[in-house]
């Protein structure tokens, strides 16, 4: 697979990673070991950069991916985050106080069983905390040798620049993908500052997969119940722009995820999309998204068919 550098600090990765949180949360019951099978097949078909954090399982998620990468720690690249706790509701809140990073990127180390994590990310940001005191936490984990790069995600342009004034950021991750664009106003700053972008959810999180349900059939705790794309008013409309979508993949010989996927690898040479899957299969699928090209007229045409993305609102 070819490589990609994120940010200017020497940090190259295969241009499709791996996410690993529907190992863990997100998506439905998974089956631990299909998914040490889909981690090691991700290896198998040069994937190098491999995504989790701490929030997915509580650490479970982190374990998972230790043991599915143990073999081939050394050939591969581990990011891991903190930053995001429960209240006493179960609801997600941002915590980035310094004495809980310090706690916490110390249980990542240990849940994933490595001796460094290569790229360190606050999760979310905390309003409560300036990004600089939060960054000036994480390079103590650089200057102790436990951490090899820096990270932001769900943050904004401004503290990107912020952050980097502090030390050198390697990435952002955030969001993005044919559904979701929001990401395209970060990449003034990451042009100026030569920092990666990995792009999270970039088959909008399986919307863009060719295999979509309605909100009701998803289990409980599928996080997809709760997303715009899926709401009732919103989800035919969608599901259509998937339809033409698929047409074109196929008139390349080639699937909905891989268009997804290589519509990301041809926005920009610095953005490493991270898919998720627990299935080896459908690891394997998305990974030849890197042998597709998408020539001026297939950009076009996608532009043509979502001009905004998913659809999120009102459809009347
Ligand atoms: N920083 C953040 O706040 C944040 C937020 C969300 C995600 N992330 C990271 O980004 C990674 C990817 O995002 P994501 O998992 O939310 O969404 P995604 O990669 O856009 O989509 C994942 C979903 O698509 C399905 N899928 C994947 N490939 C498929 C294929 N070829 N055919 C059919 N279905 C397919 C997966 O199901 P199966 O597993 O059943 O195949 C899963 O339900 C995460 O794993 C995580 O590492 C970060």
Do not use: H, K, L, T
């Given at each position: 697979m070819q490589q990609r550098t994120l940010g200017r600090q020497g940090l190259a990765v295969g241009q499709i990673g791996y996410g690993s949180m529907g190992t863990a949360i997100g998506y439905g019951p998974s089956d631990d070991q299909e998914s040490i099978a889909a981690i090691r097949r991700a290896h198998d078909l040069g994937v190098t950069h491999f995504d989790t954090a701490r929030m997915y399982g509580w650490g479970e998620g982190e374990k998972l991916l230790g043991t599915a990468i143990a073999p081939f720690r050394d050939e591969i690249t581990i990011a891991t985050k903190f930053g995001i706790e429960t209240d006493t509701t179960g609801a997600f809140l941002p915590d980035s106080r310094p004495e809980h990073i310090r706690k916490v990127v110390d249980d990542s180390l240990r849940n994933l069983g490595?001796?460094?994590?290569?790229l360190l990310y606050q999760h979310l940001h905390d309003p409560d905390v300036p990004v600089e005191e939060v960054v000036g936490v994480m390079q103590e984990f650089v200057d102790a040798g436990k951490v090899k790069y820096l990270g932001l995600s769900n943050t904004t342009p401004e503290n990107v620049r912020r952050a980097h004034a502090v030390h050198p950021i390697t990435a952002l991750q955030t969001e993005y993908s044919i559904f979701e664009r929001?990401?395209?106003?970060f990449f003034p700053v990451l042009e100026e500052l030569g920092i990666g972008l990995v792009s999270y959810s970039p088959l909008a999180r399986g919307f863009l997969s060719g295999v979509v349900k309605p909100r009701d059939q998803h289990a409980a705790d599928d996080f997809r119940q709760f997303i715009p794309w899926w709401a009732p008013e919103n989800f035919d409309a969608n599901v259509e722009i998937t339809h033409r979508l698929t047409e074109l993949a196929e008139s390349k010989g080639a699937s909905l995820s891989q268009l997804a996927l290589a519509w990301l690898l041809a926005r920009k040479d610095y953005i490493v999309p991270i898919p998720g899957s627990r299935n080896p299969d459908r690891v394997a699928q998305n990974i030849a998204a890197a042998e597709l090209d998408l020539t001026a007229d297939d950009l076009a045409r996608i532009d043509q068919i979502a001009p905004n993305g998913g659809i999120t609102g009102p459809t009347a």
């Open positions: 490595v001796d460094s994590i290569d929001g990401a395209e106003a």
